[in-house]
């Protein structure tokens, strides 16, 4: 498979991919005991990958990877454990001099000056109602909550902020977040973020 049909396929680059198993291979790694073969770190990770890049039912991606529905929701528990653990290592806020040199990518791309990145937010739907609370239902009417998530100009997250409601507008979101001061650099977002 190629870089491009890679990328359509899991939706992120394969030097992503490749850097992300460098990262969590080891620790992904199951001892063999005997009975079915372990899976490979590379098929987990790739597992994970298309089940949030397509949503696909487990059972369709088990027979896509020849492997079990069971092996499948594993692989995603593992991976997504994995990758939660490293959050805090994969998703920082760019110090001044970073800002500056993704400020000139974006420059560079795009013609406007002083932008660090991309904003918006999306619902992450939810299967229950925490304290049975109407105010996660969202203006879709279904129990969300809300993920702001900030990208730079290679697409990399550079923040995620998931405190809120799903009832909870953008703007608000935004402004009870951490990442609303930018030494004089911008966020490009739609109308639901406020100029500033």
């Given amino acids: 498979m190629n870089n491009v049909q890679f990328r359509k396929h899991f939706r992120i680059?394969?030097?992503?991919?490749?850097?992300?198993l460098d990262k969590i291979k080891g620790d992904l790694t199951a001892t063999f005991?005997?009975?079915f073969t372990p899976t490979e770190p590379e098929?987990?990770?790739?597992?994970?990958?298309?089940y949030i890049a397509k949503e696909d039912a487990m059972k369709e991606i088990g027979?896509?990877?020849?492997?079990g529905t069971y092996t499948v929701h594993k692989c995603i528990r593992e991976v997504s454990k994995m990758i939660a653990a490293l959050s805090n290592e994969i998703i920082k806020w760019p110090?001044?001099?970073?800002?500056?040199e993704i400020a000139k990518s974006f420059k560079d791309k795009s013609g406007i000056d002083h932008i660090i990145g991309a904003i918006d937010g999306t619902h992450t739907q939810l299967l229950n109602l925490p304290n049975?609370?109407?105010?996660?239902?969202?203006r879709r009417e279904y129990p969300s909550v809300q993920l702001q998530l900030v990208v730079d100009h290679n697409l990399r997250v550079m923040d995620a902020y998931?405190?809120?409601p799903g009832s909870a507008h953008d703007t608000c979101v935004f402004r009870n977040s951490k990442q609303n001061r930018f030494h004089g650099h911008f966020l490009l977002g739609d109308c639901a973020y406020p100029a500033c």
């Fill in 13 to 20: 680059q394969r030097s992503v991919f490749e850097e992300l």
């Fill in 95 to 100: 110090s001044f001099e970073d800002q500056c």
């Fill in 33 to 35: 005991r005997g009975g």
């Fill in 43 to 50: 098929v987990k990770i790739l597992v994970f990958l298309w």
């Fill in 132 to 138: 049975d609370s109407k105010d996660y239902f969202s």
């Fill in 63 to 67: 027979v896509l990877f020849g492997i």
């Fill in 162 to 164: 998931t405190d809120w």
